[in-house]
């Protein structure tokens, strides 16, 4: 595959990192965007274009021949819905973790995963920035001493 193109179902929050992962000048762009928020999905096309499609049904980007990959970043809880109907779909994905909101869940999706010959990634986006990569250089050189306990305070937007 040359030229990948992606489509992004939940483009607002997590779904603005999709600007890191592509590539418009080389290898894949960003050709498609799926919300339920119309305002979302405005911003989304100014970001990107007047070219890019824009949906509030994210049915209707998967039914796109135009998408190669699909980045699924909508709600955690629609996190298994979105991943089974791309990959059933015959696109390839990316969902941002967590993968589904039950173990059940993450059973289907790997099901629908293997069944569909197609390539699945599950986003851990932050174990790659720098200072995650900094805190735990922190800990592995035992600069802090033993580690025994640990909490961290993360909120993601709705």
Same mark, same amino acid.
């Given at each position: 595959?040359?030229?990948?193109?992606?489509?992004v179902i939940?483009?607002?929050?997590?779904g603005g990192t999709a600007s890191h992962w592509h590539?418009?000048?080389?290898?894949?762009?960003?050709v498609a965007g799926a919300d339920?928020?119309?305002?979302y999905l405005r911003d989304f096309s100014d970001q990107y274009g007047p070219g890019v499609? &824009? &949906? &509030?049904?994210?049915r209707e980007l998967?039914?796109?021949g135009d998408i190669d990959a699909v980045g699924v970043f909508s709600p955690d809880h629609f996190h298994e819905e979105h991943a089974i109907a791309a990959l059933q779909a015959g696109k390839h994905v990316f969902c941002e973790k967590p993968l589904a909101v039950t173990v059940a869940g993450c059973?289907?999706?790997l099901r629908a995963w293997k069944a569909s010959g197609k390539k699945f990634l599950m986003g851990f986006n932050m174990r790659y920035m720098r200072w995650v990569r900094v805190m735990k250089q922190v800990v592995d050189e035992g600069v802090i001493g033993d580690l025994k306990a640990v909490w961290v305070r993360h909120f993601v937007p709705a």
């Amino acid at each position: 595959m040359e030229h990948v193109r992606i489509g992004v179902i939940g483009v607002s929050g997590r779904g603005g990192t999709a600007s890191h992962w592509h590539d418009p000048a080389g290898r894949s762009s960003l050709v498609a965007g799926a919300d339920i928020n119309p305002a979302y999905l405005r911003d989304f096309s100014d970001q990107y274009g007047p070219g890019v499609f &824009t &949906t &509030t049904d994210f049915r209707e980007l998967l039914a796109r021949g135009d998408i190669d990959a699909v980045g699924v970043f909508s709600p955690d809880h629609f996190h298994e819905e979105h991943a089974i109907a791309a990959l059933q779909a015959g696109k390839h994905v990316f969902c941002e973790k967590p993968l589904a909101v039950t173990v059940a869940g993450c059973d289907r999706i790997l099901r629908a995963w293997k069944a569909s010959g197609k390539k699945f990634l599950m986003g851990f986006n932050m174990r790659y920035m720098r200072w995650v990569r900094v805190m735990k250089q922190v800990v592995d050189e035992g600069v802090i001493g033993d580690l025994k306990a640990v909490w961290v305070r993360h909120f993601v937007p709705a």
